[in-house]
Nanobody, 122 residues
Framework: QVQLVESGGGLVQPGGSLRLSCAASGFTLDYYDIGWFRQAPGKEREGVSCMTSDGSTYYADSVKGRFTISRDNAKNTVYLQMNSLKPEDTAVYYC????????????????WGQGTQVTVSS
């Protein structure tokens, strides 16, 4: 069993916060590069944030200063803290893993979770 399971999505008002979690099973997450991606209806999946196995991070310009990626190796879990949420952040959010991905693009990652819906609306 190799599995990634996202949780923590939901409906929030603009300006609110959510923390997404991605629990890994069947492998040790700390050996992998990790990423969070999102896909809105009718749009391509885009990279939100990525972190290499040694801790280097990337954030899309649209979320810099608002989102934070982190990992807890003891829990084999990845997090995405999302603050100051905007309606434009509405999407299905996915976590993913890969080895030496080199770039925060969906095509660079091989393992994916099922996604969790985030809706930002008043």
């Amino acid at each position: 069993q190799v599995q990634l399971v996202e949780s923590g999505g939901g409906l929030v008002q603009p300006g609110g916060s959510l923390r997404l979690s991605c629990a890994a099973s069947g492998f040790t997450l700390d050996y992998y590069d990790i990423g969070w991606f999102r896909q809105a209806p009718g749009k391509e999946r885009e990279g939100v944030s990525c972190m290499t196995s040694d801790g280097s991070t990337y954030y899309a310009d649209s979320v810099k200063g608002r989102f934070t990626i982190s990992r807890d190796n003891a829990k084999n879990t990845v997090y995405l803290q999302m603050n100051s949420l905007k309606p434009e952040d509405t999407a299905v959010y996915y976590c993913a893993t890969g080895k030496r991905v080199g770039i925060c693009m969906a095509s660079s990652f091989g393992s994916w979770g099922q996604g969790t819906q985030v809706t930002v609306s008043s």
